[in-house]
């Protein structure tokens, strides 16, 4: 089960949008009734593989008695031309909810393939890869399930879980430790706070924050940020990291670096659904 998310929901959704409570034309068309379908779902790409529970969904929707052999689990990383599951059923059902299925692996796989990548970038470091809340809307759910099985942990989910305090929140309090004293006055219990200069850090430490968010700084300024927290509360690299930069800015001794191209800019796994003779 993935928190928050609804999967009948999500797969009513998205079949609703191809079929507008009509048919599949095609299909209908081109195929008769009573024909089955084998078919092979495989990874064309070296990659770590997400959402595979959620497209056996959308076959099962069409065709109930649809058999498939999950052949293995997400978060594997597979090389390319690997096998990921066997299908067989009804062939008007399993064509119409190919794209549906196939879109939402290739999607979150390439999601989990890219945090893998930033994943393996820092082993060795100690420092621990987060997403971001930069999610397409009505996915995050998933794709926050995707950056987990690529090895990451996740940020918080949404703006209920815990007080992000940035700099336009700063300007609307009138400094850092306005605002963070009155996340602490409301009872919040985690307050993540935004500083991208050194002078701030005491003033938000001393309001009552719980993690510092240490945004678009050097690898300098980050390891004199750190050294300045003194591992009072946990410390976090984010802005503009990027694959060839984040090893030297989670060297520094932060506890986190958090990345939103993750959700934002993974470009899509090359998955393929194809006929299986018997």
């Given amino acids: 089960m993935i928190d928050h998310f609804d999967c009948d929901a999500f797969v009513s959704s998205v079949l609703e949008e191809d079929l507008l409570g009509k048919t599949d034309v095609t299909s209908e068309a081109v195929i008769p009734a009573d024909t089955r379908f084998r078919a092979v779902m495989d990874s064309r790409d070296d990659a770590v593989i997400a959402g595979l529970a959620i497209a056996e969904a959308f076959f099962r929707r069409l065709d109930p008695d649809v058999e498939i052999d999950r052949l293995l689990e997400d978060g594997a990383h597979v090389p390319a031309g ?3 599951m066997m299908l067989s059923g009804k062939a008007r059902g399993m064509l119409t909810a190919e794209r549906a299925a196939l879109n939402t692996v290739q999607h979150l796989t390439g999601i989990a393939t890219m945090t893998r990548s930033y994943v ?3 082993d060795g470091t100690g420092c621990i890869l ?3 809340r930069k999610t397409i809307p009505g996915l995050r759910a998933l794709e926050k399930y995707a950056t987990r099985m690529g090895g990451a942990q996740n940020h918080r989910m949404g703006l209920w879980d815990a007080a992000m305090i940035k700099d336009n929140h700063v300007a609307v309090a009138g400094d850092v430790a306005t605002a963070v004293k009155r996340a602490a006055d409301a009872g919040i ?3 993540i706070v935004e500083v991208d200069r050194i002078d701030q850090i005491a003033a938000a430490l001393d309001a009552g924050a719980t993690h510092l968010l240490l ?4 690898v300098p300024t980050l390891r004199e940020a750190v050294d300045k927290v003194g591992g009072r509360v946990p410390t976090e ?4 990291i990027t694959l060839e930069t984040i090893r030297d800015k989670a060297a520094t001794g932060v506890t986190y670096v958090s990345v939103g ?10 998955i393929g659904l194809d006929y299986a003779p018997a």
């Fill in 237 to 240: 690299a984010s802005g503009g």
């Fill in 261 to 270: 191209r993750l959700t934002q800019s993974a470009p899509a796994a090359d």
């Fill in 130 to 132: 987060l997403d971001t």
């Fill in 120 to 122: 393996d970038a820092i």
């Fill in 215 to 218: 945004d678009n700084m050097n």
């Fill in 189 to 191: 219990a985690d307050i």
């Fill in 82 to 84: 690997t096998d990921l």
